[in-house]
């Protein structure tokens, strides 16, 4: 059983494998975190996960994908975040991570329940984008500025400036190159076509996410893990495969990146996702594993305690993250140790209804054969 065993990375120990992934709430104001915020971190702090890593958060404020999400490019938001972090701190000891992203050419839409049209109005608080070249994410979004020399320096410089995450008290990093975000939108050659040196080749396509990860490695503590989130596959004819995945993650393991998270698609329009079933995506992480030679967390429908342990017993990952399964139950990590026959940490305010307490009770409530009969 390696689901409740703990992994090292650099200076930090997680006291087992379970991750909380980084959900979107939607929720911010004028990019800071609020009560919302603290509630739902907070439940998952102390859901007996190894680690919780904060939503994606944007490294400037037209990198925001709706007006309702993080940021950390201002002093208001760093002070927001350092009260999250600070309280939850107050409770529990889970490692608590944060996602930096720039949503590129996905940014400035409407939140998701108010869709009655995707793009957000410049007259209703929309904004600029910015992306590799100007080709829009979709028909019915903000066409995006391509960014030119001093763009692209500006963006790397709010990456970097994010590692202010530092002083919030956070313990990990992850940069989000994926889902079709600017990190992602620069790497395939289905969204970026550009001619300079920032395109083309295979090479040059990966040179934005690259010094992207270098500066913010630069930056971010050297104690202190760095992963990213890359693209496992577009699942567009002609964009990028599994084969890019790994090329990109050896070039990420010589700049000092710790751990990967391949994800799939949502590059444009233009996808068209694979059969979902639990653990659709393992399969990119175990290639990914295999070849790059970097702890790999696999994502993508994990649900239940036996098949996320299976995954790692069998080397195809180092870590699983869930989310949804999480929203529906918050104590998801209790219910896998009682499954799986593992001890985990429970608040001293919740140890009336330990995990092994809590099933002992439901065995006593179920009815006897002659009752139900």
């Not at 037209?62 to 007006?67: F, L």
């Not at 992602?184 to 040179?207: K, L, V």
Request: charged residues 20%; contains cysteine.
């Amino acid at each position: 059983m390696m689901l409740f065993e703990p992994l090292a990375l650099r200076s930090l120990t997680l006291r087992n494998r379970i991750a909380v992934s980084p959900m979107t709430q939607y929720s911010g104001e004028d990019g800071c975190a609020v009560p919302w915020h603290a509630m739902h971190v907070g439940s998952m702090a102390v859901s007996g996960a190894g680690l919780v890593i904060m939503e994606a958060t944007a490294v400037e404020a037209m990198g925001r994908t709706t007006a309702g999400c993080l940021g950390l490019y201002s002093d208001a938001n760093e002070a927001a975040m350092t009260r999250l972090v600070s309280g939850i701190r107050s409770y529990s000891p889970t490692p608590l991570g944060i996602q930096l992203v720039h949503a590129g050419r996905r940014g400035s839409v409407r939140k998701p329940w108010d869709a009655d049209t995707v793009k957000l109005p410049l007259d209703e608080g929309g904004w600029s984008l910015c992306g590799p070249t100007a080709e829009p994410y979709r028909g019915d979004v903000h066409r995006p500025a391509p960014l030119d020399g001093a763009g692209i320096a500006r963006v790397l410089a709010a990456f970097a400036a994010a590692a202010r995450a530092d002083r919030s008290g956070f313990d990990l990093l992850e940069l989000h190159g994926a889902h079709g975000y600017l990190m992602h939108a620069f790497t395939s050659p289905i969204s970026n076509t550009r001619t300079d040196g920032y395109g083309g080749s295979q090479a040059r396509r990966m040179r934005f996410p690259l010094e992207v990860a270098q500066v913010v490695r630069a930056a971010w503590p050297a104690g202190k893990p760095l992963g990213v989130r890359l693209p496992g596959s577009d699942f567009i004819e002609g964009g990028l495969t599994v084969e890019d995945a790994v090329a990109l993650g050896q070039e990420l393991k010589g700049l000092g990146v710790d751990y990967l998270v391949p994800s799939i698609g949502l590059l444009d329009s233009k996808f068209r996702a694979p059969k979902v079933t639990p653990g659709y995506m393992v399969p990119f992480a175990e290639r990914i594993r295999t070849e790059v030679g970097l702890p790999v967390i696999a994502t993508g429908m994990i649900l239940k305690p036996e098949q996320a342990d299976a995954f790692l017993t069998e080397g195809r990952a180092d870590m699983v993250a869930i989310g949804r399964a999480f929203l529906n139950d918050p104590r998801w990590a209790w219910h896998a140790a009682t499954a799986l026959g593992a001890d985990v940490d429970v608040p001293r305010q919740y140890q009336r209804v330990r995990p092994e307490e809590t099933a002992l009770a439901a065995r006593h409530a179920a009815p006897s054969k002659a009752t139900a009969d």
